[in-house]
């Protein structure tokens, strides 16, 4: 079964210090994709960044990078020069191929979710 | 800046009633889904569609809930009869899957937030 795990309920930043979000994940499918969602308080969810199994390079979108240690299945979210903005839950979530055929589909299964709080 | 929209963004009804969640998918976008957000069981995926085919509703309790695509600009997603453990907020997100290979990005629309009293 696939799972992904957030360990850190809740983390704290000071502004302007960079920041990593833990996420493990275990599917035994060697082919699949790891997400980064960001929800505010406003409450929609917003895609941030992308790693897909195969891919050689860690992805990185602007401040935002993904720490891939495919041997260890972690796919850490690291926040560079963190800003107020940035407070929000930070959702990981992995992507596996369900189905085969015409009717196989990507799923996305979520973890529970990390409440990141920038102080000024 | 194309987006995932949802009507209504609240919703207050009494249990019993029906109630109608609609979604406009990003133009050429071919993959809707419809999850369900609660603080105790987090995300939940209700239901996948591809090409408007309905390819998985297995999270979907199937005596109160039906999803639909009448077309590819609308989803639509319905309880009858509602309930009070049916208040969550419920998200559409649309993505592009040209085949297994493809990364499948969901975009989120911005949510219904349902009370069922």
């Known amino acids: 079964a696939q799972k992904i795990t957030q360990t850190q309920p809740g983390m704290f930043v000071q502004e302007k210090e960079a920041v990593t979000l833990d996420c493990t994940y275990d599917?035994?499918?060697?082919?699949?994709?790891l997400f980064w969602y960001k929800q505010p308080s406003s409450g929609e969810m917003i895609f941030l960044i992308y790693?897909?199994?195969?891919?050689?390079q860690n992805a990185t979108e602007g401040r935002y990078s993904l720490n891939f240690q495919k041997a260890r299945k972690s796919a850490n979210l690291v926040i560079s020069a963190s800003q107020l903005g940035d407070s929000a839950m930070y959702f990981c979530?992995?992507?596996?191929?369900f189905g085969a055929g015409g009717t196989s589909y990507g799923k996305l299964t979520f973890g529970q979710g990390t409440i990141l709080t920038v102080h000024p | 800046d194309a987006r995932v929209t949802q009507t209504p963004r609240h919703k207050v009804t009494e249990m019993g009633q029906e109630v109608t969640m609609r979604c406009q998918p990003i133009l050429g976008h071919n993959t809707v889904f419809w999850y369900r957000q609660t603080m105790m069981q987090g995300l939940e995926l209700l239901a996948y569609?591809?090409?408007?085919?309905?390819?998985?509703d297995s999270g979907m309790p199937k005596d109160r809930f039906s999803a639909e695509m009448p077309d590819a600009t609308l989803a639509t997603l319905k309880i009858q009869p509602s309930e009070p453990r049916d208040s969550a907020v419920y998200f559409c997100a649309s993505g592009f899957n040209r085949d297994t290979t493809s990364t499948d990005t969901q975009y989120f629309g911005p949510g219904t937030r349902l009370t069922v009293l």
């Open positions: 979530a992995m992507r596996v191929v």
């Open positions: 599917t035994s499918d060697p082919s699949y994709g």
């Open positions: 790693q897909g199994s195969y891919d050689q």
């Open positions: 569609f591809r090409n408007r085919a309905p390819l998985d």
